[in-house]
Nanobody
C-alpha cells in the first residue's frame, strides 16, 4: 500500500512557474510507476507526466517542453516542475502510484492540489 500527499499548488500568473511535490509513504523505487494527472472542471482526468521505476518518462503533448517530472529517492518524493504555465493548465493535480503485486495492479491516489493560472 502507498499513501501519497501532494503540495505546492496555488495561484500563478500566465508564464509563471510552480513545483508540485508528492511525498510517498514507501521507497519510491519500489513503485512500478509514478505519475501526475490533472482534472479540470467538466473534463476527464488526464495523464500529465509519468516515470517508471527504471527511469523512463512520458509526457502529455500539451506539456512537453514545459513540465518536468522527477523524483528524489532520499526523500521518497515525486516532483512536477511546471514552467511557462498557461490558463489551460488550471486544474486539480493528482499524484498517482501504480504497484504490481502477485500479477495484480494496484493504483493509489493523493488528495489533489489546485493549480490556478490566471492574471
Amino acid at each position: 500500500q502507498v499513501q501519497l500527499v501532494e503540495s505546492g499548488g496555488g495561484l500563478v500568473q500566465p508564464g509563471g512557474s510552480l513545483r508540485l511535490s508528492c511525498a510517498a509513504s514507501r521507497n519510491i523505487y519500489s513503485i512500478n510507476a509514478l505519475g501526475w494527472y490533472r482534472q479540470a472542471p467538466g473534463k476527464e482526468r488526464e495523464l500529465v507526466a509519468a516515470i517508471t521505476s527504471g527511469g523512463p518518462t512520458n509526457y502529455a503533448d500539451s506539456v512537453k517542453g514545459r513540465f518536468t517530472i522527477s523524483r528524489d529517492g532520499a526523500k521518497n518524493t515525486l516532483y512536477l516542475q511546471m514552467n511557462s504555465l498557461k490558463p489551460e493548465d488550471t486544474a486539480v493535480y493528482y499524484c498517482n502510484a501504480q504497484l504490481v503485486m502477485y500479477g495484480n495492479e494496484f493504483r493509489y491516489w493523493g488528495q489533489g492540489t489546485q493549480v490556478t493560472v490566471s492574471s
